[in-house]
């Protein structure tokens, strides 16, 4: 082959391109191709030689790029051009085997369609076998027990392969090439049904059939998953889903859904072709997808809810159940309220005792709790031709809220190569509510899955396993601690505590800090920019409860730019469950003693409640300054009626929006309330955006007798109007959208649009979540910038 045309070329592919079929797939790329040379794994990615004529060589390259596995997520690629070596044909090297660290890990993938085909085949030998996995599909993150990614370093190390299984797993070009979770029904995991003290009573084939037939009776099932267990129970009944809420005590909180298929799906949901994209990709998330009216679905499912929470079958036991169920399914994390899922079947009934009324379990282990993952499309970025005058139409995006199944452990990069021992590996313990942690190592940040809120034991334990598991399976000790401004949260105690023990530096980063550095890192965003804070509580470090923030960011440090007016958080946490509280907080401010006398028939709070709040309001005793967004939405969601009990975080503001979306859909604008932004005396702030006219002209249109949806469309508008003028003010051409509020995407979209309009750059999340799920991502950032100021400052 050494004619002048010949070229070889060596290519460097970095992203999870190992453990999902990306060398099998090169390798008969090349061989049909015709190609000589090799592919192996490398630390970061895969590597590849390839020789052979100039077209052919260069078609080699586009096709790597089209025709790449689904699975496969390809984050950089670089090609240089190398000697000809005219060596002949085309193999995988084993790994490398040069002891450097491999710190690919790929994410829990759905069941593949090769695989859901053999599954439904009966001369196929793996036909309705629920463990079936493929280089394409099937359990990895949550059965890695430590790296490198193979079968002896994952919970399928106790099952030997049959000689079938291992013949597949050997040979080259099977779909199952080293595909480490390999099994089949000789060699594999069993199924068994347990009753609800944990005696089995069937195995199988029986077991499956069985645990169908009582879900079809209406009981609650505990379903041992990918991740962890989860709770079913008939999404068409009443009864036995308003039986699941008691037993979970969970009033309102809305339940997932599994459907059997896309097509049942779209007769219970407006699907947009990306909401469908993102149901049938291999992440195969839940998705929050709009109702149709006439869904004929037990109301208990999402009370108050215009929209439901949908999945697909995602492994091929939950195909098989539904391909007999045939409808939809409550399918929610098998955990008791605030505690982290049950993983081990062993501790199943104990820990889900008089909530499950059977277990359908099996003896694949599961290594860590891993949650599916929640996400919902949202409106993004106008087209850039903004100054032509060409306004197309904008582009939909998505948001993660919950970030675990599909999409953990996928690195997060947030800056330029840097040069090796540049950085210390930082270890960011997050929040306090939707915590994950954060481990960065270079110029890559991995997030843990979602591990929730840490008030229980159950998830305080967790929190400090996922800790120890991250390190373990990354292999590095970290040498810094970041960790939230909060003194009392269990995650900064805990880092106090470690970052002492190790005798390493703890960096405490300021929550809305933590935000804005988290979005700025998905974009690689250098410099000043304005960062949109908005969420419930974040701690202020000036004895303030912050929340509506505007904040001049870098990554090294911010200043506060503008925020709300404060008001006072009326009897502290219990104003989260009560938005009444929040309402007659904010009256305070605006009528001081004659907040109590202010009769308001939707309102719903009594004459009597009102004056005692008015003597804690005027001591203003266990009541802290707040200038969090969250409780302004709360104290709106009071006024009107819509919300006057939360029995989750960010219900009454989710009542608040879908009123507004209501209104919006019907007349598609709303004239925003008045919003004064008024200079401060505060050295530290210089704007408060001052809602008192606001609620000033809400109030006189509430009563006038005005409809809830009209008030809660010009609240949501009158809070983008404002936003526009205070980006005016700083004057910085990039505004970055974060915080838990702009999950809210009526807010997101008027805010981004009014923007946009203004001439404005808008970043929101695409990466991680704008909740306090993505703060680990800013802290571990924040640190790693100022370190390296400091080292530069030492220098
Ligand atoms: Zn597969
Ligand atoms: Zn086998
Ligand atoms: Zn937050």
Redesign the pocket.
Known sequence: MSDALAQRVRVEVEGTVQGVGFRPFIYRLARELGLAGWVQNTRNGVLIEAEGGVPVVEMFLQRMRTDAPLSASVETMSTTVVPVLDDAGFSINQSAGSGQRVLVIPPDLATCADCQRELADPYDRRFRYPFLTCTQCGPRYSLLTAIPYERSNTTMAGFTLCSTCDAEYGAEIDRRFHAEPIACPTCGPSLYLWNGQGHEVADGEEALQRAVSLLEQGLVLAVKGLGGFQLWVDARSQEAVQRLRNRKQRPDKPFALLFPSIEAVRSYCLLSSEEEALLRSPQAPIVLARKRRDASLADAVAPANPYLGVMLPTTPLHHLLMASLQRPMVATSGNRSEEPIVTDEWEAPARLNGIADAFLVHDRPIARPVDDSVVLVVEGRTAENHDRGVVSKPRPEVMIVRRARGYVPQAIRWGDDLPDGMQSPILAVG?H?KNTIALLTGNRVVLSQHLGDLSTVEADKAFRQAIEDLQRLLKVAPQVIACDLHPDYRSTSFARELAAGLSVPLVPVQ??HA?VASCMAEYKLEGEVLGV?W????HGGDGQVW?GEFLIASYQQFTRFASLKPFRLLGGEAAMKEPGRSAAAVLWELMGENMPEHDLTSWGVTHGQRVRWGSLLRSGVASPWTTSMGRLFDAVASFTGLCHQASFEGQAAMAVQFAAEQEWEACGRAEGYPMDLVSCQNPDTKWLMDWRSMVSAMLEDLHRGHRLEQIAARFHAGLAAATVRVAQAAGLPRVVLT??CFQNRLLLRLVRRHLEEAGFTVYCHTLVPP??GG?SLGQAVVAANQLMTGKEGRA
Do not use: P, Q, S, V
């Open positions: 929040g509510l929550h809305h935000h804070a969420d419930g509580a974040g929340g915080g838990g909740n306090d703060l």
